[in-house]
C-alpha cells in the first residue's frame, strides 16, 4: 500500500539565473509485502526523478524505512515565471493506492505583485531548512517580511510566504524591496528575492484557477460542461472589478462551451500524443488587466481506467480522505473511466453499468447514477464492511483500473439543502427565511442503515408502504453545537421513491436563535457538515 509523505513541493524560490536546490519527497509501504517504485515525470523538461535506495524515514514515523524520491531541477535558461511539473509515483499492479502524484512548483526570478493600500499579499515559498531573512525596501517603510507558518519540532519542509502589507497611507506607485535569505546548510537556499510591488486604489484582478492542467486520452469524448473548467476573476483590490471579453487561444481544441459559455471545453478529437498548451484572457478594468491562465492540455495513448488516490469522495462536500458511509452517494474521480459521453442512469433501480463502466467495491458491482470520462457517481452497497474498502473500475473492453481505498463507515451524514414548509429552499441570502414552529425538511446523504432495509440502487418506498427510517438516533442542532438548540426529529430516514437521498423533518424549537444560522445533524460517533439557514 503505497503512502507519500508529501504530494506537493515547493513553490521553490530560485533568483534568474541560479541553480535549485535539490528535493526529497519520502514513500512508504503502508501495507504488507515490499514496495517496488517507479517514477515519470510529465511534459516538465526541467524536472527529473529517481527513486533513491531505501533507508530510515527523516520525515515521518509512521514507518521505519522510506524509499526517498529524488527530484533535481534545472533551470538553466528558465525565464522568470511559475514553473509546475508532476512526478508519477507508479509500484507493481497489487500495490494499493498507487499510482500516486507528486506536483513540484518552482517560481524563478523576482516577485512582481499588485497590492491595495491597506490590504496585504502573501506569496509562498518552502525550504527544506530553517533560514534567516533580512528584509529591505528602498523607501524604508517595513511593508516587506518573510513570515513562517506553522510551528513543531518534527518538520522537514519550512513553509513561508513573502508578506506584502503597505500601510492605508502610503501613496498609490511602484515600491521595490528584496527578501534575502541566509542560515541554510544548502547553499541554494541562501538567496535573495527582489520585490516590486504596484501600489493601487483600482481593482486588482485573481484568476482563479491561476492554470489549467489537463490529461486525456486519445478518443476520449470532449470535456464539455458541468466537468470542463471555468476561469473567473476575484477582486483583490479596491473598487468594483468588472469583466470584459474572453479570449482563448491554442487550437480548436479549446473553445467555449455550448451550453454554458463561461465554461471552456476542450475537445481532443485528432490530437496525438503529445502536449499541447493555450491560454485563457479576460479582460477588466483592474489594474494589472489583462488576466492571462495558461492551460496545459497533455494527449496520451489509451489505456486501462486511472483512480486518482483518495479519489473516492462523499457527493456533498467532497474531502479527500473523508470516510463514507454504508448506502452513501459518492463519486470516484480518475481518468480513461469511460469514453462515452456523460451518461445518467435512465430510471431505478440504478444499473450497475453505465456508459461502458462498473465500478467495483470489494469485487461486487454498484450502483452507479451517472459516468463520464473523469468522474462516476455511485451508491455504496449497504453490505458493505466497515473499514478500508477496495475500489475498481472496469470497463466493458475488459481493462480494469488500479485498485484504491476508501474508509467506510455506519454513518458519514452530509448536508444538502434545506426546504422550508411552502416548500421553498431556506437559503444564506435570507431570500425565503423559515420562522420558529416551522416543519423544514432537510436532505443529504451518508446517514446509514434504514428499517425496513432498501436495497442500494432501489427507490425507497412510499406511502401507503411504511417508509425507511434510520435505525440510529439522529439530533438537529440549530446554532453553536454546543450551546445552540438541539432537538429530535419528527422523520429521518430515505426520500421516498428516490435511492440513496434521506431526509430529516424537523419542527424549528422556539429557542432555536434567529437570523443567520448554523444547522447540522449529528449520531452519538459524528456529527454532519454544518449549513446555514435564515430563521425569523
Known sequence: MLRLVSSTVGPIPVPTGASAPAQTVEAYNAGDGSLALSVSVSSATWLTASVGSPRACASTTAAATCLPLQLALNTTGLAAGTYTGVVTVSAGSNTIDAPQTVT????????????APGASRDIPVTTNHLVTARNTTQDGNNWLSLVLDGTGSFRFVFPYRIHIAPTADMSPGTYNGSVSTSGSS???????????MHLTTQPIAQAKPDQINLRLAQGAPPLVYPFDPIVSLVNL???????????????????????VPSFISIDPTGLSPGDNTGSVTIASNAANSPTTVPVDLQIVAKGAPLLFYQGVLDNVTSIAGDAVSQGDVAIVKGEQLSFSPFTQAPSYPLPTQLGGATILVNGTPAPLYYSSYGQIAFQIPYDTSAGSALVQVQRDDGQISNTVTVSVVAHAPRLLAVQNQDFTFNLPDGSHPATHGDTIVLYGFGFGPTSPAVAAGAPAPAPPDS?????????VNFGDSLFGANTTPAFAGLTPSFAGVYQVNVVIPDNAPTGLVNLSVGFSETRSNTIQIVIQ
Do not use: H
Not at 544548502?186 to 516590486?196: D, F, G, K, L
Not at 479570449?247 to 467555449?256: C, E, Y
Open 186 to 196: 544548502v547553499a541554494s537556499e541562501n538567496v535573495t528575492i527582489p520585490v516590486t
Open 237 to 259: 483590490g479596491q473598487g468594483t472589478l468588472t469583466t470584459g471579453n474572453t479570449t482563448l487561444s491554442g487550437g480548436s481544441w479549446i473553445k467555449p462551451d455550448t451550453a
Open 467 to 475: 417508509l425507511a427510517q434510520i435505525t440510529a438516533p439522529l439530533t
Open 104 to 115: 513540484v512548483t518552482m517560481r524563478v526570478g523576482p516577485v512582481d505583485v499588485f497590492a
